[in-house]
C-alpha cells in the first residue's frame, strides 16, 4: 500500500486530495495546524501542528512515505500585514 503524505490537509485542495487518495487505495496522513472546517477526517492518520516548529515536523517525518504533497501555505490577514509572523517563518532557515 502506497503511503502518502499531505501537508495542508485542512485546507480546500488538501481536503479534497486526501478522500481521493483515500479512494484510490492509500495510506494517508494529513498534516495541518486546523482541521477541516467542512469536511469530516479521512485520513490514516492525522497531525494538527506548525510546520514552521523543527520538532512537530520532524514527528511528522516518522516513516517513509512513497508520495508527499506540500499545500500548506499562510493564505493571509495579518500574517502579510505584520512583521512577526513573517520573521517566524524565516528564522527556521540557516544563516548563510
Do not use: N
Not at 478522500?19 to 482541521?35: F, M, N, P, Y
Not at 469536511?39 to 490514516?44: F, I, K, L, Q, Y
Not at 528564522?91 to 548563510?96: A, E, G, I, L
Amino acid at each position: 500500500m502506497k503511503a502518502v503524505l499531505v501537508l495542508g490537509a485542512g485546507g480546500f485542495i488538501g481536503g479534497h486530495l486526501v478522500r481521493t487518495l483515500k479512494a484510490e487505495g492509500c495510506w494517508v496522513r494529513g498534516v495541518d495546524i486546523k482541521a477541516h472546517e467542512f469536511r469530516p477526517d479521512v485520513a490514516d492518520d492525522t497531525r494538527l501542528g506548525d510546520l514552521r516548529d523543527r520538532d512537530f515536523v520532524r514527528g511528522v517525518f516518522d516513516q517513509p512515505f512513497d508520495e508527499v504533497y506540500q499545500l500548506a501555505a499562510d493564505m493571509g490577514g495579518a500574517g502579510y500585514l505584520l512583521p512577526a509572523p513573517m520573521t517566524r517563518a524565516s528564522s527556521t532557515t540557516r544563516p548563510r
